[in-house]
């Protein structure tokens, strides 16, 4: 989804629209098969490597910005350079064809729909986006994952279709209509999408369907799972629904992450909700001056139920923020203080998350609809070996991975330790453009080892710390 301003990214949010221009009238329309449509054959042999929910490290590619030739082959061609930043789970966003304009004369859909080129406008839930490639393309990068230990999640857009989508005129059913029987734009919060139809959530023949062409995926291009954009706005049943059908896929161990925050999902069955609460407070501390103490509640109140192993994704920067807010070096003070941001976010609690571009240190944001801009390799070494190293730090430690969290904030340094089982990480970042000086609790001072570039280190009664300076130690 697209959040266009930082107030609303802070909140639950806003969709992508969609305008490219094409032909006035609508394509011939194929009725798509709905429950009666047969599973596919598995391509392929279901990945054997894909993490425990709390062990997942997630990368976000947007094809179009992450590489020149802007399709499957240009992310396949660096996977080893993304293996390297220090994850395990590859998410790619929406691979499905995007709608285009559509003129009809009469029905339920009359009228002209103009689109703006949005990945979140899906014409066809079955097919890939030619743009990018080929299922075959598709599979050729799932493949080169796969055989790296990359796991692979697609971007599953549920709430809505383009206009010129085929159940538009095939199933008109499917969509919400207004009482004068017109099929009505997503609406949020007071704004209207004009670019996208709103589907209909109490129609059980649009759910079977929706779902078994999400399910269809697995077999076709043997992903290893889904983020489902703006799932805070389908009823808990239907999410229950579909998670309860992809986990009588045996075959596959799949991973599901929710674009929301509310609770139930977790009950629903996702593995993960999104840390919309934690990028708005590294906003309000890194930008408006809040205390570091900010982050040490949200441990609380975005975990809200729950239970076992779930997690919360905790991001610094994403498409959407990105295009709308800007990109962490520009929001948070520079290198230094987009790394500070970077250290709390993936290590207090939850799941790291790196969006394409932000382990290079780019200072231009990518816009929707992320046409404008590509990625450039290589331009901040130092800043992409900071990203390496704080992630195999991560790894290599159970108590910086999983471990249960303390806090020593202060208003100016967020601070804590972890602990799992002996293992004992104590991390430290400067939330300031200032040097500051940190009072070390008693029962932290000792001898520790630093974890980024070892070597013993010798923690007294305070700590000094740069700029936006960090520390990781463990013992």
């Not at 285009?100 to 899906?122: D, E, I, L």
């Not at 986006?129 to 790296?148: I, K, M, S």
């Not at 923020?321 to 993936?346: E, H, K, Q, R, Y």
Request: include cysteine.
């Amino acid at each position: 989804m697209l959040r266009t301003s930082l107030a609303l990214g802070l909140a639950l949010g806003l969709l992508a629209g969609c305008k490219k221009d094409a032909p006035s009238a609508p394509a011939p329309v194929v009725v798509p098969p709905v429950t009666s449509t047969p599973t596919p054959s598995q391509y392929g042999m279901p990945f054997a490597g894909v993490p425990n929910r709390e062990d997942a490290v997630i990368y976000q590619v947007n094809m179009r910005a992450f590489s020149q030739t802007g399709n499957f082959a240009g992310v396949t061609a660096r996977l080893d350079s993304i293996k390297a930043v220090g994850v395990n789970v590859l998410y790619l966003m929406p691979i499905y064809p995007v709608g285009a304009t559509v003129t009809y004369a009469s029905g339920p859909a009359a009228g002209t729909h103009a689109t703006a080129n949005s990945p979140y406008c899906v014409k066809d839930y079955r097919a890939v986006n030619p743009e990018f490639g080929t299922l075959a393309d598709l599979r050729t990068l799932v493949d080169a994952a796969h055989a790296r230990g990359l796991s692979v999640m697609l971007d599953w857009v549920p709430n809505h279709t383009s206009w010129d989508n085929a159940w538009i005129t095939a199933h008109p059913d499917w969509y919400q209509k207004n009482p004068a029987g017109a099929i009505t734009a997503v609406s949020n919060n007071g704004t209207t999408y004009a670019d996208v139809a709103q589907l209909d959530f109490t129609n059980a023949a649009m759910r079977a369907e929706l779902i078994s062409a999400m399910k269809s995926w697995v077999f076709t291009a043997n992903v290893d799972g889904f983020r489902c954009d703006y799932a805070d706005f389908q009823p808990n049943d239907f999410w229950k629904q579909a998670t309860d059908t992809l986990r009588s896929v045996r075959t596959h161990k799949l991973l599901l992450l929710a674009e929301g925050s509310r609770s139930a999902n977790f009950t629903s069955g996702f593995d993960y909700n999104f840390g919309f609460g934690f990028y708005g407070g590294i906003n309000n501390v890194f930008r408006n001056g809040s205390a570091a103490t900010t982050f040490d509640a949200l441990n609380t109140s975005e975990y809200v139920g729950a239970t076992g192993t779930q997690q919360v994704v905790r991001y610094t920067t994403n498409h959407d923020v990105n295009g709308s807010d800007g990109t962490p070096v520009a929001l948070f003070g520079g290198n230094a203080g987009a790394m500070s941001a970077f250290v709390i976010a993936s290590l207090y609690k939850g799941i790291p998350f790196v969006y394409n571009g932000q382990e290079a240190g780019m200072t231009t944001a990518i816009p929707f609809p992320f046409t404008s801009v590509k990625v450039q390799w290589g331009a901040h070494p130092d800043v992409t070996r900071a990203y390496k190293q704080l992630l195999a730090a991560r790894a290599a430690s159970a108590a910086l991975r999983s471990g249960t969290p303390t806090a020593y904030s202060t208003a100016n340094v967020c601070a804590f330790t972890k602990t799992a089982g002996t293992d004992q990480a104590f991390v430290l970042a400067n939330v300031r453009n200032t040097a500051t000086t940190y009072p070390v609790p008693a029962a932290l001072t000792g001898t520790w080892t630093n974890a980024l570039q070892g070597g013993a280190v010798t923690v007294g009664t305070s700590i000094s710390l740069p700029p936006y300076g960090y520390m990781v130690l463990k013992k």
